[in-house]
């Protein structure tokens, strides 16, 4: 006897939801059959460091930005996503088989390349092809697992980026973060918690500077002018190229100090979480 | 305009088995089969792919002649390298014992990268480590050289890399959702994009299906591409013949039997 009612119960089973999508990550085939892949359930307070990494990153990446307002906007209303971050082991190659498609002869020379360039990456690398390929199709069939289920999902290399530098699997050299839930339609689509977040002039500057070619006048010139506004002829405007000192500082600011800053302070806790798993 | 005009003579029988091979009762079969592939593609074709771009390109082949070429090819390239040798060749025997097989590419993981700087190629903080290594001008890699040294002509973009994962995941999950057997290889990927097959990409998976009692990609012997199906009834049709030879009657005039009593055997009436 029994009477479940209300969102109460709702984050327990998408956490039993996780569960059995962790089981279709283990059950993906792979091509090599020598790509270790493993994964982790991560919810409620858990999700805090995540979110605080992505933060200063969100300040400089449109894509961040939109995955961690949605997370953080769900999860600070009591709504909680829970996310599966899934890591594989792709920066060693077992298999050679002297492709070339990371760009070296053997094996062997992907190997000692990677040695010594081993995680420079914002996302880890350098990887193997078919590694990448094995992990990708558990990350695949993770998402068509959670669409079976009817939980509203989306795969998210800003969540991956977070748990790769917050040092969650450690044993793992990639990881990307599958979302889930809140049970809503569309919560990382539509995104209704980014709603009325961007004026309608953000919007047209965001396409004017991602899709240049949609606003270019008669071309002839050499030099053309840029239809920004409705009367783009007076006075007009042109586009701007060049290096920017600003930019890049902020992306240097953002990656060698408040990224490191945020991942210092958790660190302790998250590597101590795998080192009881191992007792 | 043409009007559509509906068929409304919907009556017929269809018998579907899978002996014997190529009769047409099996040919039918393998038209489900084909059947299946289409919706393998489908579901390929709307995987999650990084920033929604789209850059899968598909090729579904089949027929006799068109899998014993592709079989041929897994061959040739098995005896390229020690280390693919012994696998390659048990592959081309699954490719013989498929119905259909899928090629997947990815069209833009040796031209057009993501850009994002992820480093999955590299290890490095922007897309160098492949611009570097590629002809290029201003980000615009001149592909017409298609020579190359390497099986794969790398270095490959590593997220459009993981994009092809995900079609070839989407792809094997509506296999296992419909309930044919398909397995992703390596091998007859190489074996197509030698071939010709999905020609604009960089690298590309194969993805053999078959609608048969026995999963062709499972469940293999040693010395597989000496001991299978085939190999096992050619040899049937090696050693029946001559045992038939070695001990003949003129079954008109005398059948021998079993032995139930006394007398000359086959003489029991």
Redesign the interface.
Known sequence: MGHLIGKEYYLDHVIEVAKSIVLAIHK?????GKTKIEAEIIWGEDLEPIIEVMGPVAKVMRYIQWDYETIKKCYEKGESPVIINIGAKV?KSN???????????TCKEFNA??KE???????????C??K??????????A??SAWQYRVDN??M?SVGFALHALGFLPDMD?NIGLVLGPPRDMVYYNREEMHKSMSYEMDKQDMVNCVPTMFTAFPGGGTPMYKTKDDWWAPPEFMGIGYSEEAMEMYQQL?FEEVPEIVVKHADKIEARYKDKKK | MKKYVEDLNFQGEEYISDWPSWSPQDIRRKKCALESARLMVDAAMTAPFAGGVPSIEAHIVYGQEELEAVARKVEEIAHQQESWKEAFLYEAVMVRDSDVIIFLGNTRCHETPLDAGCGMCGGTLDCGYFYEQKTQKYGLVDITDRSSERMIDGPLCTARVGDLGYAVGSALWAAATLMVDARPFASMGMAGQKMGYCPKSGMVVGVPLAVKPKNPYVDVNVDYHLINMDKVLDNTRKIYQTARIIRGFDYRKWIPKPKKSEGPEGDDE
């Open positions: 993906a085939p792979q091509i090599t920066s298999l050679n088989w002297n492709c070339g498609a990371c760009g070296h002869d390349y990677s360039y081993k995680g420079g990456g914002q996302m880890g690398g350098p990887s092809n078919w990448v390929l094995d992990w990708a199709m558990a990350c695949d069939w998402c068509a989306r795969i290399g990639a990656l």
